[in-house]
């Protein structure tokens, strides 16, 4: 979908992006168990993200503080991915409709898999280990 397609002119957008442009988090990558990298946010494994009730399904939550957003693709399967845009590191902004938001240059990534939806992004945003422990997503 394109901006216009969400009501959105480019100069929004632009303005938009210039206000998240400066609140890039910087997260160090750490060898996840198959052997992929995943972006460690602040904290330690068993932190509470959030409580799996506040993360709607089809979509997500954007977690500033941790730089994480987690998603709900189908009921009861949660996702965790970096935050930060892989195109210039902007964060990203929203969730809808299935796909994670970055309105700096309006680049969209899947909630199943962090892939990029619409460029000009090129990367995956990276994905974020996380576990389900009682009623919430905590990191593994
Ligand atoms: S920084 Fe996200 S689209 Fe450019």
């Known amino acids: 979908m394109t901006a216009a397609g969400r009501g959105i002119d480019r100069r929004g957008l632009v303005r938009a992006g210039a206000g998240v442009a400066g609140a ?5 990558a750490v060898a996840a168990c198959g052997g992929e990298e995943v972006s460690a946010p602040s904290g330690s494994p068993g932190d509470v993200l959030v409580a799996t009730g506040e993360v709607p399904v089809g ?4 977690l500033d ?22 195109h210039r590191s902007c ?3 929203r969730v809808e409709e299935g796909s994670i938001v970055c309105l700096c240059h309006n680049s969209l990534f899947s909630v199943a898999d962090g892939s990029v939806q619409e460029g000009p992004a090129d990367e995956p945003l990276p994905a974020v280990a ?8 905590v990191l593994a």
């Open 24 to 28: 890039a988090v910087v997260a160090p």
């Open 59 to 62: 979509g997500g939550v954007i």
């Open 65 to 86: 503080d941790q730089g994480v957003v987690v998603t709900q693709p189908t009921a009861g399967e949660f996702k965790a991915f970096s935050s930060t845009c892989t």
């Open 91 to 93: 964060q990203v902004t």
């Open 130 to 137: 996380v576990d389900v422990a009682g009623d919430d997503v």
